[in-house]
């Protein structure tokens, strides 16, 4: 697959803040979004929701359930949260015969409204994303970008992604899908053993935001 090639995304739990906000930028940038969910009245109606908030030059976001969205493109972006992830994932079918699929999830616990990364068994969301889909090629991605800021349609993003996955064609081709979003650097981070340490910064930023009132982001320096 080549850049070229990146037009249509399926983004399954796509009705979540981050699945919105990426798909509103990606349609910005000329990407077809198939927007996923278990429920598919829901996807319609935030798919058009979503849309209504674009300039007419947009692509289109069509909402529809998770299944259809990933049978109507073959690059899959995964934005169901954590806590949800094994169970949604594991009743999905389609995520294999060499498809990328991009994990976004933050494995996080929160005590008293303090996030606290937290490590699973698998080593991370990306690892478990690829334990249940074997046969995927998976890359993780697009943990460090706030939903909040991704869905203000009008802000002007300026910060790095950081990419990481076993295969070296498939992380060239989640690259590319992020460069295509103005403002949003794609950096290379190594395989998905750097996934855990890739998704524990957003822990961290979420406490900078509350201890600043910002909205973070991250810079990689010297690249």
């Not at 996923?36 to 908030?53: I, K």
């Not at 690059?75 to 949604?88: K, R």
């Not at 992380?171 to 290379?188: E, H, K, N, S, T």
Request: charged share 15%; net charge negative; proline share 5%.
């Amino acid at each position: 697959m080549s850049d070229d090639e990146l037009q249509s995304v399926a983004m399954v739990g796509g009705t979540g803040p981050l699945g919105r906000g990426l798909a509103g930028r990606l349609a910005v940038a000329g990407i077809t979004v198939w927007l996923g969910s278990r429920d598919g009245a829901r996807a319609e109606a935030v798919a058009r929701a979503t849309s209504e908030m674009l300039p007419a030059s947009a692509a289109a976001i069509v909402g529809t359930e998770n299944q259809r969205a990933i049978q109507q493109a073959s690059l899959t972006v995964i934005a169901i949260p954590y806590d949800a992830l094994a169970a949604q994932l594991s009743a999905l079918t389609g995520l294999d015969g060499g498809r990328v699929v991009v994990s976004t999830a933050v494995p996080m616990a929160f005590d008293k409204g303090v996030p606290t990364a937290v490590r699973p068994e698998a080593g991370s969301a990306a690892q478990l994303v690829q334990a249940i889909c074997p046969d995927a090629r998976v890359v993780g991605a697009l943990h460090t970008v706030a939903a909040g800021q991704l869905l203000r349609f009008d802000d002007v993003l300026d910060e790095d992604v950081l990419v990481c996955g076993d295969d070296p064609a498939a992380c060239d081709v989640v690259r590319a899908l992020v460069a295509r979003i103005p403002g949003l650097r794609p950096v290379a981070a190594g395989g998905l053993a750097v996934a855990g340490a890739c998704e524990g910064i957003t822990p961290l930023l979420l406490r900078l935001n509350r201890l600043h009132r910002a909205q973070t982001g991250i810079r990689i320096t010297g690249l």
